[in-house]
């Protein structure tokens, strides 16, 4: 077992970090984990409408230290690798979708970690993970970069093919002229 290191994010050591305006908002929209979420009124008191106290008062639910919270958190995040490795489709671009879905994935499990460490480093804790661990991670890294590069590829490709033809543009005939001369309205085909 070893400390996490931040860095195991950023992918292999031969690669650099490709960070994209559109991956900071989706990260900025990613659910995320941990903190300690304040607990105002715990220790108010119930009162019945006559001014009494209940019968059976709850007792306050006291809040947990933060550093259990902390190690919650990241035993979640770390069980996340039991099933993101082996839900990776294949670089194909017939699984398009799938890509842009499971690389949102990832990006909330980044995004979960890089909380974790957050609030782990305000602590002054260490997050533990297994060297296989550490290894998975920087591999779903690399993994994750080169397909939002294949992604962004496609994207590209297929915009440019859209814009090199007609098939988005609509024509059609403008009522009462000539002999049914088409008008380009720039949408739809022919």
Excluded: C
Aim: glycine share 6%.
């Amino acid at each position: 077992m070893e400390n996490f290191d931040i860095s195991l994010l950023e992918g292999s050591p031969k690669r650099a970090p490709v960070a994209t305006a559109e991956e900071d908002a989706t990260l900025d929209d990613a659910p995320v984990l941990g903190g300690v979420a304040s607990r105002e009124g715990a220790d108010a008191r119930e009162i019945t409408p006559d001014g009494s106290e209940p019968a059976a008062a709850t007792p306050a639910v006291t809040p947990e230290e933060p550093r259990v919270v902390i190690f919650r958190a990241w035993a979640f995040v770390l069980k996340s690798l039991d099933t993101l490795p082996d839900s990776r489709p294949e670089l194909v671009p017939r699984n398009f979708s799938l890509l842009e879905e499971w690389i949102r994935e990832y990006k909330r499990f980044e995004a979960n970690i890089r909380v974790s460490y957050e609030d782990a480093k305000k602590e002054d804790l260490v997050l533990p993970v297994l060297v296989e661990q550490g290894a998975l991670i920087r591999e779903l890294s690399d993994w994750a970069r080169d397909a939002q590069e294949k992604v962004d590829e496609w994207k590209k490709a297929h915009e440019a093919k859209l814009a090199a033809t007609d098939a988005g543009r609509i024509f059609v005939k403008a009522p009462g002229k000539g002999k049914g001369k088409a008008k380009d309205l720039g949408m739809g085909e022919p």
